[in-house]
């Protein structure tokens, strides 16, 4: 499942490199906003469905002035139900600086809290950083 919007042509094109990337074998489900509502309608206990990224998806809420904790809850309610076997791709924002604008700040807030009720439910989560992965959470 992908969450991007090609808002202008540098993410167009990185969107076109992804689907060029991933050829005819993957079925991509676009849901740059209603991401649990996909979840849900395309969950099959024989699937593996990847959702690239929860970052972007947080930051098309964000943009659309959507109810984020509302979403949140929208989001973890579905991962709960479905019986496909779901791996969730986000971007850790919390590691850096803290940014100089409200806007900013937000986003990496909610961004934290997103991943830490996530991490809460989920079986495994791994950390990959400079091209390795770290077992953050393993059952």
Known sequence: MATAQP???????????????????WRTVE?????????????DVRRVILVDCLTLWLSNL??????????????LSALKRVDA??????????MGIVPDNALARRFRDEAGRLHQEIAACADEVWLIAAGLALPLKNS
């Open 62 to 75: 964000m943009l659309q002035d959507r109810d984020v904790i509302a979403a949140r809850g929208d989001l």
């Open 31 to 43: 849901a740059p906003i209603e991401l649990p509502q996909a979840l849900t309608k395309n969950d």
């Open 7 to 25: 808002a202008d042509a540098e993410m167009a094109d990185r969107i076109a490199r992804h689907q060029a990337d991933r050829g005819e074998r």
């Open 85 to 94: 076997t779901v791996l969730l791709v986000t971007n850790e924002v919390g």
